[in-house]
Nanobody, 115 residues
Framework: QVQLVESGGGLVQPGGSLRLSCAAS????????MGWYRQAPGKQREWVARIGNVGNTMYADSVKGRFTISRIVAKDTVYLQMNSLKPDDTAVYYCNAVDSSGVYWGQGTQVTVSS
């Protein structure tokens, strides 16, 4: 079992920045991949970014160039740096982990982009 705890959400103005954190209960280098998803009101959950266990990254087209996923292995924590935020980025953001024992989700953190 992998437990994930997100933090860092909040209210930000358009064009602003936020950094989300996801702390894992196990060594993240033992997890195949971790990522971020988001779900806006009335919409399906969508994939945002992914980081593999060797540090390789991938991004959804909608966030490419604005968001950066990273990790600090010593802290077993994955981050999502979000810059140039838009109102369309408003959603609950969920951390995700996939390994040989299953798929795990955090509880989510709300990000609201509004003036």
């Amino acid at each position: 079992q992998v437990q994930l705890v997100e933090s860092g959400g909040g209210l930000v103005q358009p064009g602003g920045s936020l950094r989300l954190s996801c702390a894992a209960s196990t060594r993240i280098v033992s997890i195949n991949a971790m990522g971020w998803y988001r779900q806006a009101p009335g919409k399906q959950r969508e994939w945002v970014a992914r980081i593999g266990n060797v540090g390789n990254t991938m991004y959804a087209d909608s966030v490419k160039g604005r968001f950066t996923i990273s990790r600090i292995v010593a802290k077993d924590t994955v981050y999502l740096q979000m810059n140039s935020l838009k109102p369309d980025d408003t959603a609950v953001y969920y951390c995700n982990a996939v390994d040989s024992s299953g798929v795990y989700w955090g509880q989510g953190t709300q990000v609201t982009v509004s003036s």
